[in-house]
């Protein structure tokens, strides 16, 4: 499978800026206290939002990038 570099993701893509900040909004709300069902769907959050920027990576690479279900 042929790479197109082209279509990979700079790291000032708003993809990856969007999963830094979906991050730093996880953290603080552990910094400030929060718990339970809030903090676990920030954690949730950030997470998917990574995730999708491994798995696109992946795809344009050529790598294994496997449906998450």
Known sequence: MAKDLNSVLPPDHPM???A???MKRY???QAEGIRGAELE???QLAEHQFQAVT???LR?????A????
């Open 55 to 57: 798995d696109y990576q």
């Open 41 to 43: 769907r920030l954690r």
């Open 16 to 18: 990856y800026s969007d």
């Open 20 to 22: 830094v900040e979906a």
């Open 60 to 64: 344009i690479f050529g790598g294994p």
């Open 66 to 69: 496997k449906p998450n279900h």
């Open 27 to 29: 953290h603080q709300a």
